[in-house]
DNA sequence: ATTAATATTTAGACAAAACTAAATATTTTA
DNA sequence: TAAAATATTTAGTTTTGTCTAAATATTAAT
């Protein structure tokens, strides 16, 4: 019989774990401080304090000048908190028909509200969804996330065929250029040439022709068909 | 032409200023120290501290020993949280099926999340509900809420017939009380009889006939037919 | 109208979370 | 491998919001 001890994390130390756990690929991998402190827009001294915070409370792993990862509960805190976030950005999309590039901030406020029923009740709500409006996968209560087989766009052969599933930067600049040029999840996308001077390449989303640059290729996730 | 001054209001200033508004009858009234202090669970000089504060930026009236109201633009400050606390509070209920006595402490926290467009897209997503799951009105964008005419159940004689608009205490006991009697907003209620030692009646709600004492009776605002 | 009781404010401290500047490690480069 | 560059940590402050204890004002009671 485990014992639950259920600690008070602030909204600060969320957002440290949360840094970490999408810096570290989920949190297994090393984080340096700097990342963090840029992610986090804080000063690396800000950082170092909070880090050891956080080891205190058995969050995360550190280990002075090396860096720090998250311990399985502060893995769990982290997913839980995105998964919130995720969740509330496809409320805000599906249900008050916000654009995809606008929900980010409002999430970011929403994901902290603290109630597990309130979560479960959303979630159910929205039909329990597993991907977010940018396709980023939505953890469960449990924090585990089922990745599906992905591949960069820019990563694709000549005429192969394939269907828009999720972004790497999923920043508004992007995503209204994204809709500028019709490309959304779900969109098909065919190769129809390469260029190998400046690796832009010219294709077929949904009927429409155009030409988009390495920059965005290498943003955009699609599976292959 | 005005200039919108946009001041940044923490949660804390956002939570005395609401305390100041309920205390204090929409704010009009000035509100003692000690008042404050009981609402909020903080101590007189936390409170003094926060007014200092709250005054400085021009949101209150604050003379030493003598109290603090509203200004009219803390008002409008104070009516926007109770707002957006009360469209949640419809979204939990009417969205999301939770009891009206599961809302209160989610709304707390939903209520200090920043965006005018997030109330104004809920509140047309909700229909515009101008009452909340507890008959308590909901201020509009401008802070300002349309009374209805009410009495007290316990004001009322003999005989009469109403139906149940509102309440005076919203806690969790009452309303399971309330839940566990079949007393509901939108009750029709008749009073059978009326006991001048004890102040407790006996009534007809929706077919039902119970009795309730004082204690009840005046926590109940009705719409006499 | 004094005294007693209560309410309010002041003064001084503390914890959380950030910062700057200085010190120390680590890594890179010549 | 020693010097230079970069990254990280330590030390000392600051701000926000809270507290306790002591001082002062106001209100109530004899």
Request: glycine residues 4%; neutral net charge.
């Amino acid at each position: 019989m485990f014992i639950l001890k259920l600690m008070m994390v602030t909204l600060s130390e969320e957002n440290y774990l949360k840094a970490i756990y999408h810096l570290g690929r989920l949190g297994s991998l090393s984080v340096s401080t700097n990342a963090i402190a840029d992610r986090i827009n804080a000063k690396a001294s800000s950082v170092t304090d909070m880090i050891k915070k956080l080891a205190e409370k058995n969050l995360v792993n550190y280990v002075k000048y090396q860096g720090v990862s998250l311990t399985e509960q502060g893995r769990i805190t982290a997913a839980t908190v995105v998964r919130k976030h995720r969740l509330w950005e496809v409320f805000l999309v599906e249900k008050l028909n916000f654009r995809w590039d606008e929900v980010h901030d409002i999430a970011e406020q929403l994901e902290h509200v603290k109630s597990e029923k309130l979560v479960s009740k959303l979630d159910a709500y929205l039909g329990y969804p597993t991907r977010d409006p940018h396709g980023d996968p939505i953890p469960d209560k449990d924090g585990n996330i089922k990745s599906i087989e992905k591949s960069l766009l820019s990563q694709l052969r000549l005429n192969d065929s394939c269907v828009c599933v999720g972004l790497i930067d999923s920043s508004s600049d992007f995503l209204k250029y994204l809709d500028k040029n019709k490309i959304a999840l779900g969109s098909n996308i065919q190769i129809l040439s390469k260029e190998s001077f400046d690796d832009s390449m010219t294709i077929n989303v949904d009927g429409n022709i155009i030409n988009i640059s390495q920059q965005i290729s290498n943003n955009l996730y699609v599976k292959i068909k």
